[in-house]
């Protein structure tokens, strides 16, 4: 597990100054990694570090010959339109890069004019997926939510006796994973209308939203042999948002005995930024299950993962519908939850991922499944925040929803807050459902 640095050191501030804005997301001591170009150009995608409100752009810097041995090598290799390579080379060459960064960026560095020119303002960006993601993995990380969901469906039977013991999961698409400010169509699919023996084939009509975090994977292992736990933080590259949206209608109908495919794989939003986990070294907290329940297997427990296997990360999801854009109603956020909720680490997901033999891949993605906290307010879906759909969502300009309808915005966002530590943030994750295919 990543201990702390010189890069975490609070009172670091840099040159670059909006990075030292105490609202910023991204201050000296983040440093998270995206794919980006200038908007409206044919540029290549490539990569690139957030710090304020500024790229630094990592192909320009690696050519400019301003960092060296492995941080250079890392920069190298991130100068790729997709992070797949740098995320294959380890957590030492990603150490190093962002040590190069800290010191490169901080103030009292004198930044060289050829380091200004690697700047590029955020504002005239555009970002793409930041990796080749071979392989897509959804789990089921909050009890909360598996709890809220299976009363929903099984109100005698709400979590099934697997769930204590098995980081559950299933495979998703890669194919439709697209990044903040992507726009999809309402999916169509089979549904079974309430008292009906028969589906019909139509629009979704319980389209939801899903607030969870994505896990980058770093380097893979082989066929055939598993990460332990006690390793499995050295072969993830880094979190995001990661919104994965869900036509409820649809899955109901379709899930036994398989779980969940058609009602999941339409579309699914990543923020562009992905933060490290050492950038998130702060920000641990102790992870146990309650005493009452199943301990992990040997397999999923190590002192490590007990002692700061659990993240302290706020999250938050934000709905605006077109009659609020259009009258300028602000955003009216859907609910307030944190990370630290989960049932299942990251390390326990890696762990369980590969104790078969299963290869995970550089750039593979894992979701955390929907990140609902204990009470109410904390859950992370609509159909949680209504019961079902039995109780809409009060918008501040007099609208109600129960599920999302055509032109909804939703933004998810992220941050860690703690004393003695740097605030940092995810940015955003902003996805906009448009009409259903006649
Ligand atoms: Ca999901």
Not at 371 to 381: H, K, R
Request: proline share 8%; glycine share 10%.
């Amino acid at each position: 597990m990543i201990t702390l640095n010189e890069t975490h050191d609070p009172a670091l501030r840099s040159w670059v100054v909006s990075a030292n804005s105490p609202t910023t997301d991204f201050p000296v001591q983040n440093l998270p990694f995206g794919v980006f170009r200038r908007r409206n150009t044919t540029e290549a995608f490539r990569g690139g570090v957030a710090i304020g409100d500024q790229i630094v752009d990592l192909a320009a810097l690696s050519s400019a010959g301003a960092l060296q041995g492995l941080a250079h090598t890392a920069a190298q290799a991130a100068s790729a339109d997709k992070l797949n390579a740098l995320m294959d080379l380890g957590p030492q060459a990603w150490s190093a890069l962002r040590l190069g960064l800290s010191r490169l960026l901080r103030e009292g560095a004198a930044p060289p004019p050829a380091l200004q020119a690697c700047l590029v303002p955020m504002a005239v960006a555009e970002f793409d997926v930041p990796a080749r993601i071979g392989d897509y993995t959804d789990f089921y990380t909050s009890v909360h939510h598996a709890t809220n969901v299976g009363r929903l469906f099984r109100p005698d039977n709400p979590l099934l006796p697997n769930y204590k013991w098995v980081p559950i999961g299933y495979h998703g698409r890669a194919s439709s994973i697209g990044v903040s400010g992507q726009q999809f169509r309402r999916p169509l699919g089979q549904i079974l209308p309430p008292g009906a023996t028969q589906p019909v084939v139509g629009p979704s009509k319980r389209l939801d939203i899903e607030l969870e975090l994505g896990v980058f994977m770093g380097r893979g292992n082989d066929l055939g042999e598993p990460i332990g736990i006690e390793a499995a933080e050295d072969h993830v590259f880094g979190l995001c948002l990661f919104n994965d949206w869900s036509a409820r209608d649809i899955q109901a109908w379709e899930y036994q005995p398989l779980g969940p495919f058609l009602a999941k794989s339409f579309a699914s939003t990543i923020s562009p930024w992905l933060v490290t986990m050492e950038a998130l070294a702060p920000f641990r907290v102790p992870f146990s299950h309650p005493p009452e329940d199943p301990q992990p297997l040997p397999y999923l427990d190590s002192a490590a993962n007990r002692a700061s296997g659990g993240l302290d990360i706020e999250l938050s999801a934000e709905l605006q519908t077109p009659a609020m854009r259009k009258s300028g109603v602000a955003p009216h956020r859907l609910c307030l939850t944190n990370y630290r909720h989960a049932y299942w680490t990251v390390a326990q997901m890696v762990a369980h991922h590969t104790v078969n033999g299963c290869n995970l891949n550089a750039g593979d993605l894992l979701g955390s499944g929907t990140l609902s906290g204990p009470t109410s307010d904390q859950a992370a879906a609509l159909l949680e925040l209504t019961v079902g759909g039995k109780q809409p969502v009060q918008l501040p300009n007099g609208e109600q929803r129960v599920f999302l309808e055509d032109g909804d915005t939703v933004a998810l966002r992220g941050w860690c807050q703690r004393e003695g530590a740097a605030r940092i943030g995810f940015g955003e994750c902003v996805g906009t459902v448009l009409p259903a295919r006649v």
